[in-house]
């Protein structure tokens, strides 16, 4: 009775779709673990995740157009299997070697090279274009080997039950559902429990899975084989999960570290590796939204030598406790210097390090911070791992914290603050681009009281600061052109027809704010004069004075303006 019932047309058609669902699970997590592993890495999301799914997708119609090339079914989708396996499991460790390669090529071109800006110019796209296809046939191939699956599913639900039942209908159907099975699991498992890596090493044991379960169920000869291969890709998975911490500390050392190394040591570049592997291991964190990278490094500060810590969040620079009194001091205090009056209630979005709140904190008129931050474990470090450097900022009476995203908070108060402080990541994504939106600064501006003021840190560029000499040449790339003042002009428009009449930017330190206000001629212009110096240090007050001499240039224009509906604000960074 039981073997009756095995061999029954119900039983297979449900091995068929059961199999069908897991190999669609498969996939779509290769497409999303290829396309966010490659964003990440590079910096540039809206680019790596359109064109990485693109050659994914193609990657899949091309397998199935040439999937009536593979004769025997069986054999085909076992030799399939055996293929994304290894593919699989090897996914984001090729990604981490060809990108570790890029970036020291890259880097020994940059710091070592004797060459003018142009050469390295041109070198530089030569090796972004290597880059590109090497990590994109690989997508390919993973991509084909995937089209494959399904017309040969087709066939061998055809071969066991027919025409009937519209059976080829139904594997079309539930490869979809098997789809979205997997973009639900690996948002909200594989990624943020199993990171990378040991995703990629998950999805392909599931191949392998199936695989052996079709050698078992089916397979008459070559069977020994096909064993052996099975045997071969369970033992990389397996050296490449338990290499899982080492290969990663690898990449992170040679993606941080490297190019220090470089610019400091032209002439010696002896034991590379193992001068890297030298340096403390990254603390890396994952949350619900980004990676969490800190790492120390030896820096020399006022002619002394000093242990700065570096935060990264998915490998963006964030800050340097051995320079990032600068940048928080020209973000709180420059602007309320500006304002010649300090606000009462103010509000603060994003900064969940605690560290321009711990600036805001030095003055005691201030009666309440409202500190609204997206991201809890950002929160944990804060008032654990940077305790020490934001003065335990958050634990103050003064400062109520909420775990929430800025958009949706100002859409639904009531609150009305005389001061907004918004400290958001660069938009490289359109995620954060509606951060940088007509609507969402509608809302900043109705939570403003009439004499308040906003201040935020902006990708904004001034004529004098774009040569960059600090690395000994001028990069062609940084000198002011036209597509600065176009971005300058996006930026200051979509302020302007979210209501704010004055927009005042300026520099220090490397970085570019802008100061805001509802009214027009709402600053004056000859604040230093009457500034309170007495809560900044004398690197901030040099800058300061440089803040006269800054020409910003832009124009306002509705054509410009950055939309949720319409975003035009992304910043594209490199490889």
Known sequence: MHSQFYNSKGFKKAEVLVVTSLLAFCSIIYELLLSNTLSIVTGNYI????????????????????????????????????????????????????????????????????????????????????????????????????????????????EHLGDSDNVD??????????????????????????????????????????????????????????????M??????????????????????????????????????????????????VERSKSLYQYLDIFKYPQIVGGEIKESLILALDTNFQFNTATEHLYHQAFAHVSIAMNKSVPKKVLLLGGGDGLLLRELLKYETIESIDFIELDGKMLDLARGRFAAQNKNSLSSPKVHVQVNDGFYYLRNTKIKYDAIFIDFPY??????????????????????????????????????????????????????????????SIIASTFYYAGFKTIFPYRIADESFIFLKNEAGGIDYNFMDS?????????????????????????????????????????????
């Not at 992170?252 to 030298?278: A, T």
């Not at 309170?532 to 054509?559: A, G």
């Open 427 to 488: 938009p490289n994504s359109y995620d954060l681009a509606r951060l940088y939106s007509v609507e969402f600064y509608t809302y900043v501006e109705k939570a403003l009281n009439p004499n308040g003021f906003v201040v935020l840190d902006v990708p904004f560029h001034d004529r004098e600061s774009n040569p960059d000499h600090s690395r000994g040449r001028i990069a062609v790339t940084t000198i002011f052109n036209e597509r600065h003042i176009k971005s300058n």
């Open 169 to 230: 209908y139904q594997v079309f159907g539930i490869n979809y559902i098997g789809t979205l099975l997997g973009t639900t699991c690996f948002a909200y498992f594989l990624l943020p429990k199993l990171d990378v890596i040991m995703t990629s090493i998950f999805v392909a044991g599931l191949n392998l899975i199936i695989c052996l379960y079709f050698i078992f169920r089916y397979l008459k000869i070559n069977k020994s084989i096909y064993l052996f291969l099975t």
């Open 232 to 281: 071969i890709v369970l033992c990389v998975g397996v050296v490449v999960g338990v290499s899982e911490k080492k290969v990663t500390q690898t990449y992170l050392k040679i993606f941080y570290y490297m190019p220090r190394i470089l610019s400091e040591e032209k002439q010696n570049l002896e034991n590379l590796y193992q001068k890297i592997s030298q340096f403390p291991d």
């Open 47 to 158: 680019w790596w995740q359109s064109l990485t799914i693109g050659v994914y997708i193609g990657g899949l119609g091309l397998g199935a157009y040439f999937s009536d090339k593979l004769k025997n079914s069986y054999e085909s989708i076992v030799r399939t299997e055996i293929g994304l396996s290894f593919l699989g499991a090897l996914s984001v460790v090729f990604i981490y070697i060809v990108h570790g390669g890029y970036k020291y090529i890259d880097s020994l071109f940059f710091y070592t090279g004797e060459f003018h800006s142009a050469i390295y110019l041109q070198n530089l796209f030569i090796l972004k274009l290597i880059f590109f296809i090497i990590v994109q046939l690989f997508t390919l191939a993973i991509g084909l080997l995937s089209g494959f699956e399904i017309p040969l599913m087709v066939r061998i639900a055809e």
């Open 531 to 575: 500034a309170d110096l007495s809560r900044l240090d004398k690197e901030t007050i040099i800058e300061m004075n440089n803040i006269k001499n800054q020409e910003f240039p832009y124009e306002i224009s509705e054509s410009d303006v950055n939309s949720i509906f319409k975003p035009a604000v992304i910043k594209r960074n490199e490889f």
